[in-house]
């Protein structure tokens, strides 16, 4: 359970609102604190929170942006609740203190009711990067993703209000596509996130600037490696000679490793041969690196004569339907009724994912169809500029 803080944000001025901030961490500092932000470093946080940090003059793009995000506000919510009819969407201006760890605050976009009574934490968002971003589709396996930023902005709001779901949305600005991301609370992670927070606040109380040590050391070896190269700064014009025999072995596997990468991509690009399997194995290797399924794969090159054009690109021969109906009665028998029968589809997915997760299968139905691949490569010759005749008088 959490407490209140402060009853109405509302009222506040924006220096008194940022003032109030400095009293413990909210939901956006903690990708900061993790290392995963691109605008501030943990040291820049750390000197904001005691109140020695001058912050930077923002540029007018910049503040244009934020003020983008803050007025379509409403419009992202407004889009969640057209989507998610069967869930009550609701204003919530106060900030609440977690009850364990008064540090930890957290004020929300939007509160959530869920069609059985428990309640979740909306956070609306603006997208200028799409590649950072997919929709959860629970029937296709989809997980979904969004910045970890936002993730983990919204695990700390799920720690302090105690609650098990949080729905992201994010609405890109330029092709106008909605995202919906359904991130449930992890407690193994919210340990690691919370045990970074305190680490970081008992620094700030003690006014001790802190290491990279000192905030990382929980995290996985990628975000570490991320992390660190974010907090601890690069380019500096500072050389260290490789001497010693560890560090000459630790190079060396290094240069074993980028070969093997190099070897792997060059087969990729080579390989001609059983186009179907080589398609197959391409549009996973391309849904692998770029986030999110493609339907074409296009090359074009040219050496200056000659310009090649080529493609694949498949249909799906798939479509999944899920029985909203049958799941409704299969809930209502297991949690005494709790659901009524005309809530919406995608609701009833997220219901089922949340509280049924082993019984998702069954309620779906894939229909298949023959889905195709279309191999496409066409050449055309780059004409030449004529050279204009000189005609002499």
Same mark, same amino acid.
């Given at each position: 359970?959490?407490r209140?803080?402060?009853?109405?944000?509302?009222?506040?001025?924006?220096e008194e609102?940022?003032e109030?901030?400095?009293?413990?961490?909210g939901g956006?500092?903690?990708?900061?604190i993790?290392?995963?932000?691109k605008?501030?470093?943990?040291?820049?946080?750390?000197?904001?929170?005691?109140?020695?940090?001058?912050?930077?003059?923002?540029?007018?793009e910049?503040?244009i942006?934020?003020?983008?995000g803050?007025?379509?506000e409403?419009?992202?919510?407004?889009i969640?609740?057209r989507?998610?009819?069967?869930?009550q969407?609701?204003?919530d201006?106060t900030?609440?203190?977690?009850?364990k760890?008064p540090?930890m605050?957290?004020?929300?976009?939007?509160r959530?009711?869920?069609?059985?009574?428990?309640?979740a934490?909306?956070e609306?968002?603006?997208?200028?990067?799409?590649?950072?971003w997919?929709?959860?589709?629970?029937?296709q396996?989809?997980?979904?993703?969004?910045?970890l930023?936002y993730?983990?902005?919204v695990r700390?709001?799920m720690?302090v209000?105690?609650?098990?779901l949080?729905?992201v949305v994010?609405?890109d600005l330029?092709?106008?596509?909605?995202?919906?991301?359904?991130?449930?609370?992890d407690l193994?992670?919210?340990?690691m996130?919370?045990?970074?927070?305190?680490?970081f606040?008992?620094l700030?109380?003690?006014?001790?600037?802190?290491t990279?040590d000192?905030?990382?050391q929980?995290?996985?070896k990628d975000?570490?490696?991320?992390?660190?190269k974010?907090?601890?700064?690069?380019?500096h014009?500072?050389?260290y000679?490789?001497q010693?025999?560890d560090e000459i072995?630790?190079?060396?596997?290094?240069?074993?490793l980028m070969?093997i990468?190099?070897y792997?991509?060059?087969e990729?690009?080579n390989a001609?041969?059983e186009?179907?399997?080589l398609?197959?194995?391409l549009?996973m290797?391309c849904?692998s690196?770029?986030?999110k399924? #493609?339907d $074409?794969?296009?090359?074009?090159r040219?050496n200056?004569e000659? !310009?090649?054009n080529? +493609?694949? *690109?498949?249909?799906?021969?798939?479509?999944?339907n899920?029985?909203?109906a049958?799941f409704i009665?299969?809930?209502?028998?297991?949690f005494?009724?709790?659901?009524?029968?005309?809530?919406d589809?995608?609701?009833?997915?997220?219901?089922?994912q949340?509280?049924? #997760?082993? $019984?998702l299968?069954?309620?779906?139905?894939i229909?298949?169809k !023959?889905g195709k691949? +279309?191999f *496409?490569k066409?050449k055309?010759r780059?004409?030449k500029?004529?050279k204009?005749?000189i005609v002499e008088?």
């Open positions: 359970m959490s209140v803080f402060i009853p109405d944000i509302t009222i506040l001025t924006k609102w940022r109030r901030r400095k009293a413990g961490i956006s500092d903690v990708g900061i993790l290392g995963m932000s605008y501030m470093s943990a040291f820049e946080l750390f000197y904001n929170k005691i109140g020695s940090f001058v912050e930077k003059k923002e540029t007018e910049s503040e942006t934020k003020e983008i803050t007025r379509l409403d419009l992202v919510a407004d969640f609740q989507k998610h009819p069967s869930i969407v609701v204003e201006n900030m609440y203190q977690h009850d760890y540090f605050l957290a004020n929300f976009d939007r959530l009711i869920l069609p059985d009574g428990r309640a934490i909306l609306c968002k603006t997208v200028t990067n799409s590649s950072e997919e929709s959860t589709d629970f029937c396996g989809i997980n979904g993703k969004c910045p930023t993730e983990y902005q700390h709001y720690s209000a105690d609650v098990d949080a729905i994010g609405l330029l092709t106008k596509k909605c995202f919906f991301v359904y991130v449930f609370r193994k992670v919210e340990q996130m919370i045990a970074a927070e305190k680490r606040w008992d700030v109380e003690a006014r001790k600037l802190p990279y000192q905030l990382f929980n995290l996985s975000a570490r490696a991320d992390a660190f974010r907090f601890y700064g690069a380019n014009a500072v050389n000679y490789v010693q025999k072995d630790i190079l060396n596997r290094i240069n074993e070969t990468q190099q792997h991509s060059a990729m690009q001609k041969e186009k179907e399997e398609a197959v194995q549009f290797m849904q690196r770029a986030g399924k #493609p $074409r794969v296009e090359l074009s040219s200056g000659i !310009s090649v080529q +493609y694949i *690109s498949i249909s799906s021969g798939t479509v999944v899920f029985n909203s049958e009665k299969e809930y209502n028998k297991v005494d009724n709790s659901l009524a029968e005309d809530i589809e995608t609701t009833a997915i997220l219901l089922c949340r509280d049924m #997760p082993d $019984r299968g069954k309620f779906i139905t229909h298949n !023959s691949f +279309y *496409s066409r055309t780059v004409e500029p004529k204009k005749k008088d």
